[in-house]
């Protein structure tokens, strides 16, 4: 009797094991350098893990088990870091500018990955991360779209590659077109992909700059949970592949807005928050570690420079969506 159970625990064990090991370098490494986030840090690694030769088809498959609870318990704490009253503050105009910006940069891209011919999974990711919040929203959305495993992998690559390149445009850009401090927070806020780029990029321009920098980004975030249920709807309507329909609104994304609705009582003290936060990133990057496990390598460099041109061109639609709805509206 001991032996039947043994056989389905140890895989899982193992995926455990491993799971935990990619997500603990991945935090030192992202702790270090924080302009490089920890989940896209967890990427690489299960990428580099997935490629090993020792990796048993039924580790890999116990890791994928794994890997769909750590994805909707961390997108269900994301929701704690959003503070409705404080997005509100932000005014109408501003409010407006950032929902502008996020759907004409998602559909945007869509609409630009069908012109490059890049597969619609992965077009679907890179508009959600580029127009959002970076490799969290990409995490959020693979749930509820037909993508590939690889599809994942290049995504947050793009999201780190031009989200870093960003970092340094800008502050050079907002410097030349003489934009004040708090525009250029603003600017960094809309348009730059991960929270920790939208710090780096601010930075320069002092603390006006990136405390409101941070707020508008947030302000993207919580447009994470209705375009995640939209796609879902949309998902059901497309004729199935033989698989199971996504679910009408997935049962994550309504635990990230009770979370939401939660943290903007301004009950939940504060030590809290900080542990929900580091939690949160542990969870998404155990995800994340999980789906670079199950990346093959010769796919992602076949869709590479398709993928970058798409990168690219997303990149100066959301720099340039953000800076005209800004200075139209905000």
Not at 251 to 263: E, T
Not at 271 to 277: I, Q, R
Request: aromatic residues 4%; proline residues 5%.
């Amino acid at each position: 009797m001991s032996t039947t159970h043994a056989r389905p625990t140890r895989p899982y064990l193992t995926a455990l094991a491993i799971t935990g090991a990619g997500v603990a370098a991945a935090y030192l490494v992202g702790t270090a350098v924080p302009v490089v986030s920890a989940l896209t840090i967890a990427v690489v690694l299960g990428i580099l893990a997935g490629s090993l030769p020792a990796l048993s088809d039924e580790t890999r498959k116990a890791i994928s088990g794994v890997t769909k609870k750590l994805l909707r318990a961390g997108v269900v704490l994301l929701g704690l870091q959003l503070s409705l009253p404080s997005v509100l503050a932000l005014g109408p105009g501003t409010l407006l500018a950032v929902v502008l910006t996020v759907g004409i940069t998602f559909l945007g891209t869509i609409g630009l990955g069908r012109l490059l011919g890049v597969p619609r999974g992965l077009a679907m990711l890179v508009a959600t991360g580029f127009s959002i919040c970076g490799a969290s929203a990409i995490a959020a959305m693979e749930g509820v779209v037909e993508r590939e495993d690889s599809d994942v992998a290049t995504a947050v690559a793009l999201v780190t590659f031009y989200g870093g390149l960003a970092i340094a445009a800008v502050p050079l850009l907002g410097g030349w077109l003489r934009l004040d401090a708090v525009r250029i927070g603003e600017w960094a806020g809309l348009s730059v992909h991960e929270v920790a780029q939208v710090v780096a990029a601010a930075t320069p321009a002092g603390g006006a700059a990136i405390a409101v920098a941070i707020v508008i980004k947030l302000s993207r975030v919580v447009l994470l949970a209705p375009m995640v249920a939209a796609v879902g709807v949309h998902e059901r309507h497309r004729p199935a592949d033989g698989g199971k329909r996504p679910p009408l609104v997935p049962l994550f994304v309504l635990g990230f807005l009770a979370m939401a609705a939660l943290r903007s009582t301004g009950i939940v003290p504060g030590a809290a928050l900080d542990v929900a936060k580091v939690g949160c990133t542990l969870l998404l990057a155990g995800a994340l570690f999980g789906l670079g496990c199950a990346v093959r390598i010769g796919t992602l460099v076949r869709t590479g420079g398709r993928a970058l041109l798409l990168g690219l061109l997303s990149t100066l639609l959301v720099g340039t969506t953000a800076l005209v709805t800004l200075a139209v509206l905000g």
